[in-house]
């Protein structure tokens, strides 16, 4: 399993990495909270320090002076938060008491506390600037009172609040996973049972999987593999019959062949000898005609090497010169093959080669179960989207609850004295249902002879 994504893999993954973005939105949006918060309570506490201060500003013969009892100082230099500095400033900004290193605070347009970050003696601090009317007999105007603190114990407390939300945060998120990663493994436990009974089954084992458990996303899945195995198990069956047949139909022949040729050894007079030879040619024929035959028919069944033969035939063409090369064999039986076509091109997305073997297995048909001096006609028409090629003769015909049962394989009509291997038909049948066509066999012209018709769809 390693090296690929599971099913389970994938839900956990989109699963926890939302959950893991929503978790650090919330830290941060956590923390952006923490952090206002406690710069409201921490900056109220700097304002409440600078009017303590300003309410101990005098004026005293007009000069301005800031009256904070010692005890005052000494709590503002042990303050828990760390100690603060201050700084006043007259009406036009001169230094009155306190420490004259501050930097001043911004003219404050609506005369309302100001507060700002600075970096004073190598710390960040955090300043807080109000304005405060004096108003005497000998000065007018503002005094400016500055509050210096540091920033190190708001931001802690920041830090500290904001683990005391993620922690609990990520708990809880760990916790969900769990529950997740818990409900998604009971999930897909039918679906580790089917691949266990997979893993278990043998290779002749085509059977149905069960879907009883299977959860319906999954069950159109299952359904479909069982479509195939019931495909394939028709496509093995099918072969398994093929071949049984195809060794019973070649075992009499190369059984004759052989006692044929111990009798020819045996004989000693010329004129024996050439029967049983010309007996031994003919049986080497039938044997060579059913080899073919086979092979035609292996060839004819669905590959995945052939599948991209398909091309644009001109079918008309294709059945003029596949019905001209069996008019020898035709005319050596005294029978008359005709073609009828029209003059156009009809066109059909085909093999040629299986095409040619079709037409060419309908003719040897016709012709062979055709009596001398009959006749044999190849005709071709469009219809609507198909091309019909028919294949009629004037024979002794096929009895109507044969005709199915003649397009099996080694199925033979008994009693008509012409020999064959049964295999004709079936590699017919097998070539249109390649091409996508339809195959039907009927009585020819006034209910005499056998017409097969073929449909094939017309290409586009």
Not at 275 to 285: D, F, S, V
């Amino acid at each position: 399993m390693s090296g690929h994504s599971t099913l389970r893999r994938q839900v956990l993954a989109w699963v926890s990495i939302p959950m893991g973005i929503l978790w650090a939105i919330s830290v941060y949006m956590d923390y952006d909270i923490a952090k206002r918060y406690v710069n409201v309570a921490y900056d109220r506490a700097l304002l409440e320090s600078a009017l303590d201060i300003g309410r101990q500003v005098r004026v005293l013969r007009g000069r301005i002076y800031v009256d904070l009892p010692e005890v005052a100082i000494q709590m503002l230099r042990t303050r828990e938060t760390g100690q603060l500095y201050y700084m006043v400033t007259g009406p036009d900004r001169e230094f009155i008491t306190g420490e004259p290193d501050i930097k001043p605070a911004p003219p404050s347009e609506n005369g309302q506390a100001n507060y700002y970050n600075e970096t004073y003696r190598g710390q960040a601090v955090r300043i807080a600037a109000i304005q405060l009317p004096v108003e005497t007999e000998d000065v007018r105007g503002q005094v400016t009172v500055h509050v210096v603190e540091n920033q190190r114990a708001r931001t802690e407390l920041i830090r500290e609040l904001s683990i005391g939300f993620a922690l609990p945060q990520a708990l809880v998120a760990f916790c969900a996973f769990i529950v997740i990663w818990f409900s998604v493994t009971r999930a897909l436990a039918p679906l580790a049972a089917l691949r266990h009974e997979i893993e278990q089954r043998s290779h002749r084992d085509l059977s149905p999987l069960p879907i009883a458990r299977v959860p319906s996303e999954v069950r159109p899945l299952i359904e479909s593999m069982n479509a195939l195995l019931h495909r394939l198990s028709a496509v093995l069956s099918s072969q398994q019959r093929f071949i049984a047949d195809a060794a019973h139909q070649l075992r009499t022949p190369i059984a004759g062949l052989r006692t044929q040729t111990e009798l020819a050894l045996r004989q000693s007079a010329p004129e024996q000898v050439r029967a049983t030879l010309n007996q031994l040619q003919t049986a080497a024929e039938r044997t060579t005609h059913l080899v073919n035959q086979l092979l035609s028919l292996a060839r004819a069944e669905p590959s995945a090497e052939r599948t991209q033969a398909m091309e644009k035939l001109d079918v008309v063409a294709l059945a003029r010169a596949t019905t001209t090369e069996w008019v020898p064999r035709a005319l050596a039986r005294g029978i008359d093959l005709g073609f009828d076509g029209p003059d156009t091109s009809e066109h059909v997305s085909g093999d040629d080669f299986l095409l040619r073997e079709m037409l060419g297995n309908l003719i040897d048909n016709a012709i062979r179960y055709t009596q001398n001096g009959g006749h044999v006609t190849v005709k071709l028409t469009r219809i609507r989207d198909d091309i019909e090629v028919d294949v009629e003769d004037n024979g002794p015909g096929i009895p109507e609850n044969e005709r199915d049962a003649v397009l099996e394989r080694f199925h033979r009509v008994l009693g008509t004295g012409v020999e064959g291997c049964g295999l004709g038909l079936a590699i017919v049948r097998e070539i249109v249902l390649r091409h996508g066509g339809r195959i039907r066999l009927l009585a020819g012209t006034a209910g005499r002879g056998t017409l097969a018709q073929v449909l094939l769809p017309a290409a586009a």
